[in-house]
């Protein structure tokens, strides 16, 4: 009976964003994983609100990501944050502890994982369990994959590429690449700083990427304004961006994330192999949504590449789904407590 009454909480744990997914309620939190603390450690806020200090803080407040490239950089601000999260998951039902599934890179190591199951535990979760995001993409991305069938997933976030090909449920080849969504927001400012002599931060890079950014150009450019610091006169200054400016802007970070994606099919056996180019390759994650990337992977590998339905959302939803089905993932699934 206690074990009915202890509710479910999945939790996309990611470099940039946490989503939260409760069976039956669906993503019920997405929030930036960012923690304002001050000199004192206190942590002032988590989240939104957290991530609207960034750049705007005092010397005496810190506004930071405790996570980096997927896993664990600070464990006691990542503990927080979890409960933080937790709790404004489980609402009304707060007195009880849940049952949480927590989703890592494929490329980390079993200590890694160790750290985000205590995490867990100790943010209030009476059983943890981590599963590899490759795994929960797919299942999220509605692939069924215990079929004696191979399918390729390439999850694309803010901290990591993580490419696997997956066949009876569990993970053939993969590959985790520290290369993602925020490696190209710093090449943009690199960018900008080189042309333009303009300093800008980390929020409007994550604009021009979403807004004009592509993984190829464009006949019909799209174009942006943006505000930063002029580095010569010190002064505020306002100037343009282009589409096929920033697509070359970005080149050496598609072409690693292309690398990581080609990687993974050196390891994979011919027959899945075949699978794959018949399926082609399912793309999850918040930046496999810029514009025209599928079609760059497809130039780049011969094999055709579609962005999955909600591709955001599917490591969330997969959390979601494991949890409700433990007894049949229980072989992806590594660790409980």
């Not at 042309?195 to 942006?224: C, F, Y």
Request: glycine residues 8%.
């Amino acid at each position: 009976m206690w074990q009915k009454l202890s509710p479910k909480i999945g939790i996309d744990l990611g470099t940039t964003n946490v989503l939260v997914f409760v069976p039956g309620e669906g993503v019920v939190l997405n929030e930036p994983s960012v923690v304002a603390v001050s000199d004192d450690k206190e942590i002032l806020a988590v989240g939104t609100e957290a991530k609207k200090m960034i750049g705007r803080t005092p010397d005496s407040i810190h506004a930071y990501r405790p996570m980096k490239d997927g896993v664990i950089a600070d464990y006691r601000v990542t503990e927080a944050m979890l409960r933080h999260f937790i709790r404004e998951a489980l609402g009304r039902w707060s007195i009880l502890k849940p049952e949480v599934m927590v989703s890592v890179p494929a490329g980390v190591t079993s200590t890694e994982k160790r750290a985000v199951v205590e995490a867990a535990i100790k943010a209030g979760a009476r059983n943890a369990y981590v599963v590899k995001e490759p795994i929960l993409a797919a299942i999220g991305a509605g692939i069924p994959i215990y079929e004696p069938q191979g399918h390729m997933i390439v999850d694309i976030g803010g901290g990591t590429i993580d490419a696997a090909v997956i066949s009876l449920g569990g993970i053939v080849s993969s590959n985790s690449v520290k290369c993602a969504g925020n490696k190209i927001d710093s090449a943009i400012i690199d960018y900008i700083k080189k042309t333009r002599n303009l300093s800008i931060g980390d929020k409007t890079a994550e604009e021009v990427k979403i807004h004009v950014g592509s993984a190829l150009p464009l006949e019909e450019e799209l174009s942006m304004e943006i505000k930063g610091r002029d580095l010569v006169s010190g002064l505020p200054r306002t100037t343009e961006v282009k589409t096929n400016e920033i697509v070359k802007a970005i080149q050496k970070e598609l072409k690693e994330m292309i690398k990581a994606i080609k990687d993974v099919f050196q390891d994979t056996p011919p027959e899945l192999a075949a699978d794959i180019i018949d399926g082609g390759i399912i793309m999850t994650g918040g930046t496999s949504q810029l514009r025209n990337f599928p079609e760059l992977i497809k130039r780049r590998t011969g094999v055709k590449a579609e962005l999955a339905n909600q591709a955001l959302f599917c490591v969330a939803k997969g959390t979601g789904i494991a949890l409700e089905h433990l007894s049949t993932y229980k072989r992806a699934i590594t660790t409980k407590r």
